[in-house]
């Protein structure tokens, strides 16, 4: 039996750093076993965002798992949605809703935060509770309650076609320029005011401000959309079942409209905390059962929108440790696993936001013998200093699989 193993590493690829010689984030982290995929398998270029696309993590995961993004992508929101399993109509719209801080004293609309300081669970539960209970029931919006700032807004039977922009894009600075524009936008409107005059006399919020957190005394709306029908099921989609490593919503929700295995991991956090070992062992253990396991890892995305190069290599030092390691190792000695390790997309630390651009990726399995003469670095430069670029998602993967016959595999 072949297996395959597709790692992810959020948000890996990065910028030239000045201080640093030129070099990027994965060309400061020491990371042995990415460099081994990259020394001896096929490694390049993959472009995981079709032209015309926003480089966000829904579009770029759902093009590593070979969906065309073109084909099935209908918002963000909606795959979040079907990661709680909340069931959308034909008319209805998911909207992201974010608790968010607004700071009055620089401005009315003054985006402090776009995550509220990453507010714990427990408070936001609070808030959202509140936010339930106050605003004007009148309006046809349902607020679905998800983990820290993370939250969905269903508008049964609603509009759709606004432009609403990330909150992580827009923080330090007046938003009113991007307050809901279009058909509808009285009642998005009303929802964004009615939530800020709910949450900034709450008492949970004076007590965070007394603590020296910061309020989550707003909301923000975007990645709207309806309930996308064209994924289809990952055993039709790749002639084989799949399982799939994932603490993020956005990523969980993608398995779960493809039908795929989801692997629950003890301390698995989305964040730059969780529990890499165990993932790793995850991957491991998946792979008793399932021929393909697509495992994602938030971590390195997360360092970058902090900002923080130090993090950002601590990350992808325990990716390539904790987790490409143990499936490396897994490969060598049972010789049946084919391995991609890459990207969705650029989280350069230094824009704290994604960016647009084609990231490396490394494709092994135990029969490439190939050795080259220099060790390669895995990192962007040398990427694109290879011959190989995948134009697609969608090719990547069925070359992965091996579906475009061309592997020695
Ligand atoms: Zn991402």
């Given amino acids: ?36 995929l990259a020394s001896r398998g096929e490694f390049g270029l993959v472009d995981t965002i079709p032209e015309g696309f926003e480089p966000q993590s829904d579009i770029g995961n759902l093009s590593l798992l070979g969906y065309d993004p073109k084909e099935v992508y209908t918002g963000r929101s909606p795959i979040e949605a079907a990661s709680k399993g909340i069931v959308l109509g034909d008319d209805d719209v998911a909207f992201r809703l974010n608790l968010v801080s607004f700071d009055e004293a620089k401005g ?51 509009e759709s076609r606004f432009v609403l922009k990330p909150p992580h894009d827009i923080q330090g600075q007046g938003v009113e320029a991007y307050l809901p524009k279009g058909p509808g936008e009285e009642v998005l409107t009303r929802l964004l005011v009615e939530a800020r005059e709910i949450l900034r006399s709450h008492p949970l ?3 965070r401000m007394a603590e020296g957190k910061m309020p989550a005394n707003g909301v923000w709306l975007w990645g709207q959309g309806k309930a996308p029908t064209n994924i289809k099921p990952f055993t039709v989609h790749a002639g084989l079942p799949g399982a799939v490593i994932a603490a993020v919503d956005l990523v969980r929700g993608i398995a779960k409209l493809a039908k795929m295995h989801l692997v629950e991991v003890e301390g698995a956090t989305g964040f730059i905390d969780t529990n890499y070992a165990g993932k790793g062992e995850a991957v491991l253990r998946a792979l008793g059962e399932y021929p393909f396991v697509f495992l994602h890892l938030e971590a390195p995305d997360e360092a970058g929108h902090m900002g923080s190069l130090e993090e950002k290599i601590r990350a992808i030092e325990r990716f390539d440790a904790e987790i490409v390691g143990r499936v490396l190792d897994f490969a060598r000695v049972t010789g049946d696993v084919r391995i991609v390790a890459t990207s969705d997309h650029a989280t350069p630390f230094a824009l704290k936001t994604h960016a647009p651009g084609a990231v490396p990726f490394a494709l092994w399995d135990p029969r490439m013998t190939r050795s080259n003469k220099h ?35």
Wanted: charged share 25%; aromatic share 10%.
């Fill in 205 to 207: 919020n004076q007590k």
């Fill in 108 to 158: 009315a609309w003054f985006l402090e935060d776009f995550s509220a300081g990453h507010i714990e669970d427990h408070d936001a539960k609070e808030l959202v509770r509140a936010l339930q209970q106050g605003f004007n029931s009148s309006l046809p919006l349902e607020i679905h309650p998800g983990l820290s700032y993370r939250h969905i807004l269903v508008w049964r039977n609603g």
């Fill in 375 to 409: 060790a390669v670095k895995f990192c962007e430069a040398s990427a694109k200093a290879s011959s190989v670029r995948y134009p697609s998602g969608p090719s990547l993967f069925f070359r992965l699989l091996d579906r475009d016959g061309l592997a020695d595999f």
């Fill in 1 to 36: 039996m072949k297996r395959f193993v597709l790692l992810q590493g959020d948000g890996m690829p990065d910028l030239p750093i000045e201080e640093k010689g030129g070099k990027t984030v994965l060309e400061l982290a020491k990371t042995p076993n990415l460099d081994f």
